[in-house]
Each structure stands twice: as structure tokens, then as C-alpha cells.
């Protein structure tokens, strides 16, 4: 999981949400063989009319077609120095996954410093000005209220400075009261952090959008590494990897798969109370990640696009084991991946990807990786300890790298292949752009993102790339 506002954006940029009810149709032989613990469907998004009753949701698609025009509703992003970790990223939360299943990969995604990256999106949470952090890798929306208790590993109270929120939500609870029948959130991440607390409504406005009555939670126990910035988080993905639950905390087993429910995450509700021109989102990230712009309802006005050299893919369902619901509904930002080109190579085989801009490196099938590090002078080594690839600070890159989208090339600027200000304290080597994704799934994180404008489009079951010239 990991962090993403309402007219500009400053720092980074992350993921989308809105789900559409989707139909699984054949698919390709190279998704019949996935990762331990997933499956992946190529679905076709269907019109909320073709649903029988009982399979409608609190969550309304809309039937729109997408239209990728520029738009208003535009916020700034801001990356967090200092965060040493991003235990929220999609790599990080697929590499827990997959070792509690069996699979390898990601394994030391949440030891080393720099392998996530977090943005902070300003709001106001029923009036009250925060920053949250921006995660297109999850779809809860929680802050903590004013008499939050922190607790540390093993659940005994600590100061709440321990925790490092930013200012805490000033009151105990939203003015418009809980849901009801009552429910409750309970987060737990890659790296052992737990967020929980009741499930209300409140109003939070984005930019110059503000959802009313929106389903989340101010946390009132936190277990929690933070920047001492953000007050909690805003997640733009799925509704079928919320994390709400039937009762209270207080109640035996109240995290019971059996009490489960799905709730409309943030920018669904935007879509859902027509606040937004198209069903859809983009994002474009800075070169640095210390800035960028999320646009909700069309296309973030940034410049150097390459309009001639777009790209659409469709999404495809992820489907994790334990959540039924994800093997016919989207949750992760997943696309086909026609290939990569590196120096005089070109690679087409192809693999499921994850979109996601808390995840800094790009993840690459092991051996495409090696391919890759064999292509640094010298020679890129990979650091078991660090989860990634390191190489002289100095090393000559590959002339060219480029990942392969529906037959157009997105080249990766050589300035991004080598990280300067990431090195290895005994070897002084410079970690690199990728790593091995292990098992999979695959991810195409900022070191991506920041050369192309990325858009999130729910009303198509698409996503589109626009390539960024610099």
C-alpha cells in the first residue's frame, strides 16, 4: 500500500479505485500459471443495469465513456522527506502475501531505507486542514481522532508522540455520527503497523471536491512509524480490498473474514455524487518524486506529453486467495505487459504488472532483471539485504530501456537508472532502478511513472499512458 488531492498535487502520485462489477471471460495461457496465492482474470466491465439484485453494492459505476480532456479539479502532491520505509507499498504488502503463501520475492521490501516512496495530500476532513498520505495500493480513508492511543509491537500504550502523526483530528468522532449497523476498520501492514478504530461519516474535500457523508474511520488505536507530517491516509484503490468490518474491536473475532464488508472508497464516491466530469484520474510525478499532480475526472495539465505515442491497456483482475470477492472485481492496478527493450534486446514475453506510485523501484521477472543488470558497465550486483540491484555510482547505464505497452515504447531517461543518494554504507555502491519481483507480481513503480502521465480510468476498465518528454 501506499500514499496520493483536489485542484494540485505535490510530491508523488499513486493509485486508483472505483470498482466496476466485472464478467471473467477466456484468458491468455501466461495468466494460467500466476504467482502462489493470486489468480488473474481478463474481465470486461459490465453496466450496473445487467446486474441481478443481489449482486449490487454500495458502490454505483458509471456508465460513461471516458473522455481524456484536461480538467479543473487538479491538486498538488508532496513527497515526505525522511520516510526511511513505505511498508504501504504494493510491494511491500504482495511480498507479505506472497511469503504467507508460499511464494517468494520483496522478501527485505520493508529493511531498507528508500523502497517506497510517500506522497502527502492536503484535505479537509469536515472543515479540519491535514495531510494525508496519497496510496493508490489500498482503499481505506482514516485519520486518527485527538484521543487516539498509540501502542507499540506488543500493544502496551506508548506516547502518542511515538506514533508521529501530524495534528490529530480535533474531536472523538465525525459530526454526522457511526454507520449503521456499526463497523469498524482494522488495517494491518507489511511491516507489523496496525491502524483500527469505528467506521463514521464525514465530509472531505479535495481540492475543489468535496465528497459528503464519505465511509471512514478515525482511528482510535494505532500502532504506527510516522513522519511526524500526515495525520492518517487517503487510499484511491478498489473497493474489494477495504478493510471494514461488521462491529466493534471490542467485539470476539471482529476481524473475522465472515465480517467483512465493502464500502465506496474515495474517488468511487466522487464518481458515484457526480463530482467528477469522467470516471477516471491521472497523475504525473516529478523527476525528483518531491512533487507531481493527481487530476481527478480528466488529465493533469503537465507539460513535454507526447501525444502521438499513447498507449492504452486493459486492466486485469488480480485475484488474492483469501478475498473471494477480488476474483471477480478489480483491487490492484494490473495491466499486461507486452515486454522490455534494454540496450540492443528486446524481451517480449509477457507478464501482469501492478501500477503504483509507493513503490519506487520497477519489479521485473528474475531473470529479465539479471538481463537488465547485465546491461549496467560494470555489471549491476543484487544485495540480498537491501532487496535490490547496486552498482558503481559511476557505472555506465543501458542506452536504452524501455518497457513495451500495446506496441509503443516507454523509454526510462538514463538519468533515472541510478540512484546517487541511495548507497550501500560498506561497498559505496548506488542502488539502481529495478529489482527482481521474485514470483510476482510484477511493478512498474515512480522510477516508471515519472516518464509518462498515467491515467486511471474506471469508466473503460482501462489505463492509459501518455509519454513525458524531458
Not at 491538486?75 to 510491494?91: C, D, E, F, P, Y
Amino acid at each position: 500500500m501506499i500514499p496520493k488531492s483536489g485542484n494540485l498535487l505535490v510530491g508523488g502520485i499513486c493509485a486508483i479505485a472505483a470498482a466496476s462489477h466485472v464478467v471473467a471471460t477466456p484468458f491468455d495461457p501466461l495468466l494460467r500459471s500466476p504467482p502462489p496465492g493470486i489468480k488473474y482474470t481478463r474481465p470486461r466491465a459490465v453496466s450496473t443495469s445487467m446486474r441481478k439484485e443481489s449482486e449490487s453494492t454500495t458502490y454505483r459505476p458509471s456508465t460513461k465513456s471516458s473522455h481524456l480532456r484536461q480538467t479543473t479539479s487538479v491538486q498538488k502532491i508532496q513527497g515526505l522527506g525522511g520516510a526511511k520505509t513505505n511498508a504501504r507499498s504494493v510491494a511491500a504488502v504482495l511480498g507479505a502475501h506472497q511469503r504467507s503463501v508460499g511464494g517468494f520475492g520483496y522478501e527485505n521490501i520493508t529493511s531498507a531505507s528508500s523502497y517506497g516512496t510517500q506522497y502527502g495530500i492536503q484535505v479537509l476532513w469536515d472543515g479540519f486542514p491535514m495531510y494525508l498520505i496519497l496510496d493508490t495500493g489500498s482503499s481505506d480513508t482514516w485519520a486518527v481522532q485527538r484521543d487516539f492511543s498509540c501502542v507499540d509491537y506488543t500493544g502496551s500504550p506508548v506516547p502518542q508522540s511515538d506514533c508521529a502523526f501530524g495534528p490529530a483530528y480535533p474531536d472523538p468522532s465525525s459530526p454526522y455520527g457511526l454507520l449503521t449497523p456499526p463497523q469498524h476498520m482494522y488495517v494491518h501492514y507489511a511491516d507489523g503497523e496496525t491502524v483500527s478504530g469505528p467506521m463514521g461519516y464525514s465530509d472531505i474535500t479535495v481540492g475543489n471536491i468535496t465528497v459528503t457523508m464519505q465511509p471512514s474511520c478515525l482511528a482510535n488505536r494505532t500502532y504506527w512509524f510516522g513522519n511526524n507530517f500526515t495525520t492518517g491516509l487517503m487510499g484511491l484503490a478498489y473497493p474489494s480490498i477495504t478493510n471494514a468490518y461488521l462491529g466493534s474491536v471490542e467485539d470476539g473475532d471482529p476481524n473475522a473474514p465472515s465480517n467483512q464488508v465493502q464500502y465506496s472508497p474515495l474517488f468511487n464516491s466522487m464518481i458515484s455524487q457526480g463530482l467528477v466530469p469522467a470516471p477516471l484520474f491521472s497523475m504525473a510525478i516529478d523527476r525528483n518524486a518531491s512533487t507531481g499532480l493527481i487530476a481527478f475526472g480528466g488529465i493533469a495539465p503537465v507539460t513535454g506529453l507526447d501525444t502521438s505515442r499513447t498507449a492504452t491497456v486493459d486492466l486485469v483482475v488480480a485475484s488474492l486467495v483469501e478475498r473471494a470477492v477480488t476474483a471477480y472485481q478489480y483491487s490492484f492496478y494490473t495491466i499486461i505487459v507486452d515486454g522490455w527493450q534494454f540496450g540492443q534486446t528486446t524481451n517480449m514475453i509477457k507478464y501482469p504488472y501492478i501500477i503504483d506510485s509507493g513503490t519506487t523501484l520497477c519489479y521485473l521477472p528474475p531473470d529479465l532483471a539479471e538481463a537488465v543488470a547485465s546491461a549496467y558497465t560494470p555489471k549491476a550486483v543484487y544485495l540480498p539485504n537491501y532487496g535490490a540491484y547496486f552498482t558503481n555510482c559511476n557505472a555506465i547505464v543501458p542506452t536504452v530501456l524501455a518497457v513495451i505497452l500495446n506496441g509503443v515504447k516507454f523509454f526510462i531517461n538514463p538519468v533515472d537508472l541510478i540512484y546517487r543518494d541511495m548507497t550501500e554504507p560498506t561497498t559505496g555502491l548506488c542502488m539502481t532502478a529495478f529489482s527482481t519481483g521474485g514470483s510476482g507480481p510484477y511493478i512498474l513503480g515512480d522510477v516508471f511513472m515519472q516518464n509518462a502521465l498515467v491515467v486511471f480510468d474506471h469508466g473503460e476498465a482501462k489505463m492509459t499512458f501518455i509519454p513525458r518528454l524531458y
